[in-house]
């Protein structure tokens, strides 16, 4: 009979928002929660959240957050009855499931043999279809030599999908079109897996043309019992990376959701799974299903399943890790109305959503309430580093069917405000509110066939934004200096004092110049053609206007920054200043860093001719890699790193000494 034990103290294994989401569950538990963190997360909000808080080392996670001696120094000092592993890191690391057990402490999460039994994609694959769970044609073997690896491909076909064996979260995958790029992409998967895995073995599928990505959420508990919470559509990705997820998939017909459900609870049986896990499926536009992993943790989108079946996943899991049976049986689950989540990042959409690390300056955010939920680990002033994942927000919309789910996740889209850093605000936006999402025409290539519609670049500034921007630092600074004196308002009231100000911002071509005058108890703006006779007032981080032009902008100005808000936009300005007057020294031949970094490889050296495209270093960041390659042909002149060096972004690489061209 299993053995039930009710947990006093639980230590979570994680940082950031989902060491913060598990605890607010421990908390309503009356469970003590024990966070732990590195250099980087000395104030992060999971340790201010949790009752107790242990350093565990530097701010690199193989140091800290990998780092299994200390963490179990932790469990020994705080006393810990159990580990909430949360996901990434060591969820799902059957090492680490072992040594629980050694240290007689309870894993919040399945057993090793599990982890084992899925940790491996190619294993699972065998494991899957004894289950009789369909399978994507594929090399799941232990050869590795590339040779080999490419006659396979052949032999299945392409274009081929390579992957990680050990991988998830879309690190060490590879999508290959044709047998010319495959060496080439395997060594970078391979070295990517190795980076993120401690593994570089890889396996190949066929790459199934406009797939759809549904996820079944199972649960099982250490009496037999195993159910399945419906499914989830994770099809809309970037990078092979989820970026918004939805429950339940759209358009899934009742037979198909219960071959899937069934499936994937013989998945979880099929290993002895405990506690929360997800079965990934390849759904065909014909109605096909296909086996693809099986995530043994709690997932990034479980609220969108948490909000349609209203049950707490973190507590299941609890109170099977405690020995408890399930909560509730298979046909006590039920489904109501549809939820969405989208993933806010801090990147950058115009360079390749490559990560933008830099303080929140500015944080304002919807409201919470039951149709809108934020799961986050940040508040305004933190800093999102180059250590870790780079998300910062999980935001989730309910309601009654998925019209409405959408309206209210554009709604919160335009309420989320973010400045000191890039983030996909913008192009999430452009995501829910695009017309093939609404008639949920979905694939994994969403993003690459609707790309021309799809906002990838900035907001251009306009000249009433240049104007507005002006008004707000004007009226903003004189606030600061007093809040009460007349003569620091733009009303028309002075005191010997000349009635203009002019602002310099920095134009793509040229300066732009805002002149603000005042006149009677109105300001006259002009900015190029278009002049504005406005009325205006500072409420925080609002501007209040009414004139020719009426309406409330956010705004906040950081040094020479301004960052506009209005009409569910971002706007991103900057005040001219005389340092920005020197030439640009970049051009084709000095490579820089477009990211900040690790060096992982670097493939030339001084003196080495280069052709048009060739490979010349590549950087890491947050496990991601990104290839410098060379604009034109010509001589490296200069490497300025080797491998394993930190860079920053705007750091110069190497230079090179390109040919004329003709």
Known sequence: MTKKTLFKKVLIANRGEIACRVIRTLKRLDIETIAIYSD????????????????????SASESYLNMDRIFDVVEKSGADAIHPGYGFLSENANFARRCEAHNVVLIGPPASAMVAMGSKAQAKLLMAKADVPLVPGYHGDNQEPEFLLEQAKSIGFPVLLKASLGGGGKGMRLVHAAADFVESLAACKREAKASFGDDHVLI??????????????????????????????????????????????????????????????????????GAGTIEFLLSATGDFYFMEMN???????????????????????????????????????????????????????????????????LGTPDQTENVRIDSGVVQGDEISVFYDPMIAKLITWDVN???????????????????????????????????????????HFIDDHHGELAFDSVGAT?????????????????????????????????????????????????????????????????????????????????VVSGDYSGRVTAFVQGEQVALF??????????????????????GGHLKAPMNGRIVNVSVKPGQSVEEGDLL??????????????????????????????????????????????
């Open 566 to 587: 209005r009409d569910g936009k971002s706007v991103r300005l900057e005040q001219y200043s005389y340092k920005h007057s020197a030439a640009d020294e970049t051009s």
């Open 617 to 662: 270093i590549t950087v890491e960041a947050m496990k991601m890699e990104h290839a410098i390659r060379s604009v034109r042909a010509g001589v490296v002149k200069t490497v300025f790193f080797e491998q394993g060096s930190l860079v920053n972004e705007g750091d110069e690489l190497i230079e090179l000494e390109l040919d004329e061209e003709e």
């Open 40 to 59: 980087a997360d000395r104030q992060a909000q999971h340790v201010l959240l949790a009752d107790e808080a242990y350093w565990i080392g530097p701010s």
């Open 402 to 444: 998925r019209e409405r789910a959408i309206h209210r996740m554009e709604r919160a889209l335009t309420q989320y405000h973010i400045a000191g850093l890039k983030t996909n605000i913008g192009f999430l936006q452009s995501v829910v509110g695009n017309d093939a999402f609404k008639d949920a025409d979905l694939s994994t």
């Open 296 to 362: 043994p943790r709690l997932q990034v989108e479980h609220p969108v399943t948490e909000m349609i079946t209203g049950q707490d996943l973190v507590e299941w899991q609890v109170r099977v890790a405690e020995g408890l049976p399930l909560p509730m049986q298979q046909d006590q689950l039920g489904m109501n109305g549809h939820a969405i989540e989208v993933r806010i990042y801090a990147e950058d959409p115009e360079n390749e959503f490559l990560p933008s690390t830099g303080t929140i300056h500015y």
């Open 205 to 274: 599928e066929k790459y199934v043309i406009q797939p759809r990505h549904v996820e079944i959420q199972v649960f099982a508990d250490t009496h037999g019992n195993a159910v399945y919470l419906f499914e989830r559509d994770c099809s809309i990705q970037r990078r092979h990376q989820k970026v918004v997820e939805e429950a339940p998939a759209p358009n899934l017909d009742e037979a198909t959701r219960k071959a899937m459900g069934e499936a994937a609870v013989r998945a979880a049986k099929a290993i002895g799974y405990v």
């Open 463 to 543: 000249a009433r934004d240049y104007i507005l921007a002006a008004l707000y630092i004007s009226l903003s600074s004189s606030e600061q200096t007093s809040q009460h004196e007349p003569w620091n308002s733009l009303t028309g009231w002075q005191v010997n004092s000349f009635n203009a100000q002019k602002f310099v911002f920095k134009g793509e071509e040229e300066n732009i110049q805002v002149l603000l005058s005042v006149s009677g108890d109105s300001v006259s703006a002009q900015c190029g053609d278009l002049c504005l006779v406005v009325q205006g007032e500072v409420q925080g981080n609002e501007l």
